[in-house]
């Protein structure tokens, strides 16, 4: 594997990711303006969390198939070595986990909070602290606002805002991305190719399709939270969305869900399946949740844990009532 090859061992006895980058982004130290960049590093924050999620990935596939079990004590081994998350002065995670390199809020992206987005290590119900450290560190990266974002920036945006429950900030960016960043085509590019002032102001606007891909993401996460054994239903849903189908969605596990919901009917409809055998998952129902239809059966409205197989399972949610 890559990382045991590279990763070398400082003397407390905690990995070195050298060289490391923390894509796009400069140390405060060594930033000297718009358009100055030193992109090259040591323990970009990353690195580490890209580090851990494929080791923890390895053991639980080892595991499930019964392959390469005797790697599992090395990739153990080395998933101890890898440094805790560090925060500044301010209660931020530090973009680089190393004394030679400051924080620099100069720029859009916002590649070391990893573990919350692209990655679900961090969560609030997993580690409160730390999740609110990963917060505070997209707050801080968005005082640059909607203006110097780029195409792939407004889609992340959107996904983070997803992952911490603010529907209507992350419906915004993708709203800002629909009217600076996509051609009628629908391909999403870089930055304001209209030169209509919003967002990155560039001569030539080059093509990036993650951005077509972060939106789509930023949907689902918008409407469905997943990890294995856990589904978080409407987690993040806008006001303006006050009806809607979607699915069936993929969940994380291997489970397919299905949802309608109508907020003027104070109804929600779930339907789940699992795609490989019968499994318990935790439902987080949104907090909108009062109880279910035709049950009296007392349930807590925050975690219900049901169990789902091959056949569809059918919830029916009552909404508390919002007015329009």
């Keep these: 594997m890559f990382y045991e090859d590279f990763f070398t061992m400082d003397d407390d006895g905690h990995w070195m990711s050298s060289p490391s980058n923390s894509p796009e982004n400069t140390p405060g130290n060594y930033w000297k303006g718009p358009g100055s960049s030193m992109g090259t590093t040591m323990n970009a924050t990353m690195d580490f969390a ?181 589904l978080h239903i409407l987690p993040a849903l806008p006001v303006r969305w006050r009806k809607g189908k979607a699915g069936p969605l993929l969940a994380r596990g291997g489970v397919e869900c299905t949802l309608e919901w109508d907020v003027s009917k104070q109804r929600l409809d779930i339907m789940l399946r699992s795609t490989n055998g019968c499994k318990p998952i935790d439902l987080v129902l949104p907090e909108a949740a009062e109880g279910l239809r035709d049950s009296s059966d007392p349930f807590e409205l925050k975690l219900r844990q049901v169990a789902v197989s091959e056949a569809p399972l059918h919830l029916s949610v009552i909404l508390k009532r919002v007015e329009a």
């Design 50 to 230: 890209i580090a851990k999620e494929l080791l923890t990935h390895l053991i639980e596939g080892a595991q499930l198939t019964g392959m390469y079990l005797e790697d599992i004590s090395t990739w153990r081994q080395m998933l101890e070595r890898i440094p805790p998350y560090q925060l500044t002065e301010d209660g931020a995670v530090r973009e680089w986990m190393h004394p030679y390199f400051e924080e620099n809020d100069h720029h859009r992206h916002e590649s070391h909070v990893y573990p919350v987005f692209p990655g679900t290590e961090v969560t609030r119900e997993s580690d409160p602290i730390l999740y609110k450290a990963f917060v505070t560190s997209i707050e801080k990266r968005l005082g640059l606002g909607l203006k110097e974002q780029s195409g792939w920036s407004l889609a992340h945006m959107a996904n983070n805002y997803a992952r911490m429950g603010q529907g209507d900030s992350a419906l915004e960016c993708l709203e800002t991305l629909a009217r600076s960043c996509v051609m009628n085509n629908l391909i999403t590019l870089h930055n304001d190719w209209r030169g209509m002032g919003i967002g990155v102001d560039m001569d030539w606007a080059p093509v990036q399709l993650d951005a077509n891909m972060g939106w789509t993401s930023a949907i689902q996460e918008m409407l469905l939270f997943s990890i294995p054994g856990e």
